[in-house]
C-alpha cells in the first residue's frame, strides 16, 4: 500500500447528448477513508462513480484511482476495484455460496473453496451458505452482494446506494462491515441518501445538478453551509400556525416541522434572530439555539445552488 490517495480526480465532466451531467468534478479520497457520496437524484452520483471505475469514459477532465490514470489504464482500476451497483445483481436461483463461487470463477480466483468461505464467514453467511438467494429479505442480500464485491480483495469499494430499501438494524450492520473493511485498509467511496450514513463517514462530498458544492467533515460541511438554526418546541395547534407565521418572515430560509418542534434556519444570524424576536415572549414557546443539521445543511446548500439551463426547476 501507498500513501498516494485512492482517488485524485480533477475536472471530470460527462455528457450525455447535450447534457452536461457531471460537471468539472473534483475529488481526493486518501487511503483506508470511508469517503460519503450525497446529493439528490439525478445529481451525477452514479455517473462519476462510473467514470472512477472506469466503466465509462470520461468526456473531461483527468486523475488517477488507485494510482492508475482513469482514461488510459481502466482495466487496471477495474481488477483492483469492487463496485456494488444500486440493484441486486447476483443470480436469485442460486444459493449464496454458489453465487460467490460463480464470482470466484470470473475473477479467476486461486484455491476457490477457501477464498468462498472466508468470504461467508467474513460477512456471516456461513449458516445460510445453501439458501437461494432470491428467498433473501434485502438486508442479507445487500450483505450477499457485499460479500461478492470483496471476495478478490479490492483495495477501492464503491458502493452506490448499498442499503436502500433496507431496515435500520441492517443498516447498521452493514455499515459496521464497512468500518471493519476500511480498518483492514480499504478504501470505500459510497453514495447514500441516508443522512445517520452520512454521519459515519469520515469525510463526505456532496453533489448538486453535476457539481460538487460541498466537502470535508460532516462539522465542516455543516459550518460550510453557513446556516444559524433555532429550535421552538409549543402546543401542536399553536406550531402548525408558527410555522406559517415563521416561513413568510424575512430572514427565515427553512421551517421544518419535527413532531411539536420547529427548525428554523437561516444563513444570516441577526436577520434570523430578529425575524423570530416577537415569537420569543410567546410563554407556550420553547426557543433554543441548536446546530444545524446535516439535513438542514444539504437542503439549504441545493436551494443556493445555481441552477444550469435546462435544469427542471426545483
Ligand atoms: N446512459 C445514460 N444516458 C443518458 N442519460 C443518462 C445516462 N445515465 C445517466 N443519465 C442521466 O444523468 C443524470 C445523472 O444520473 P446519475 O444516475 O448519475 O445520478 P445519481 O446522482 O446517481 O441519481 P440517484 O440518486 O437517483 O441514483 C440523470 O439525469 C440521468 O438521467
Redesign the pocket.
Known amino acids: 500500500m501507498t500513501d498516494a490517495p485512492a482517488i485524485s480526480v480533477r475536472g471530470l465532466t ?1 455528457r ?2 447535450d ?1 452536461t ?2 460537471d468539472g468534478f473534483d475529488l481526493d479520497v486518501a487511503r483506508g477513508q470511508i469517503h460519503g457520496f450525497l ?12 467514470m472512477l471505475c472506469g466503466l465509462l469514459v470520461p468526456d473531461g477532465g483527468s486523475g488517477t484511482c488507485l494510482g492508475r490514470d482513469i482514461l488510459t489504464e481502466a482495466w487496471e482500476i477495474k481488477r483492483r476495484v469492487g463496485y456494488m451497483t ?1 440493484r441486486f445483481s447476483l443470480y436469485e436461483d442460486l444459493t449464496i455460496r454458489e453465487n460467490l463461487d460463480f464470482v470466484a470463477r470470473l475473477y479467476d480466483l486461486d484455491r476457490r473453496r477457501e477464498t468462498v468461505d472466508r468470504a461467508l464467514d467474513r460477512l456471516r453467511l456461513a449458516k445460510r451458505s445453501g439458501q437461494l438467494a432470491g428467498t433473501l429479505s434485502g438486508g442479507w442480500k445487500q450483505r450477499l452482494a457485499l460479500a461478492a464485491c470483496v471476495l478478490h480483495e479490492p483495495e477501492l469499494l464503491l458502493l ?2 448499498p442499503t436502500a430499501g433496507v431496515d435500520p438494524k441492517a443498516r447498521r450492520e452493514f455499515w459496521d462491515e464497512i468500518h471493519t473493511l476500511a480498518e483492514g485498509g480499504m478504501t470505500v467511496l459510497v ?1 447514500t ?1 441516508y443522512m445517520d450514513e452520512a454521519e459515519r463517514c469520515h469525510r463526505i462530498a456532496y ?1 448538486a445538478y ?1 457539481r460538487l458544492l460541498a466537502v470535508g467533515t460532516v462539522a465542516e460541511v455543516i459550518a460550510h453551509s453557513g446556516l444559524s438554526t433555532w429550535h421552538v418546541s409549543g402546543p401542536e395547534r399553536r406550531i402548525g400556525t408558527l410555522a406559517r407565521d415563521l416561513a413568510a418572515r424575512p430572514g427565515v430560509e427553512m421551517v421544518a416541522p419535527f413532531g411539536a418542534t420547529l427548525h428554523v434556519s437561516g444563513s444570516q444570524a441577526a436577520a434570523l434572530a430578529e425575524a423570530i424576536a416577537p415569537f420569543r415572549a410567546e410563554p407556550d414557546l420553547a426557543w433554543s439555539a441548536a446546530k444545524p443539521s446535516l439535513e438542514d445543511a444539504f437542503i439549504h446548500l441545493m436551494a443556493e445552488a445555481p441552477v444550469p439551463s435546462g435544469a427542471p426547476s426545483r
Open positions: 460527462k450525455f447528448g447534457k451531467v457531471v446529493g439528490p437524484n439525478g445529481s451525477g452520483k452514479t455517473t462519476t462513480i462510473r444500486q452506490d446506494e453514495s441518501h453533489l453535476g
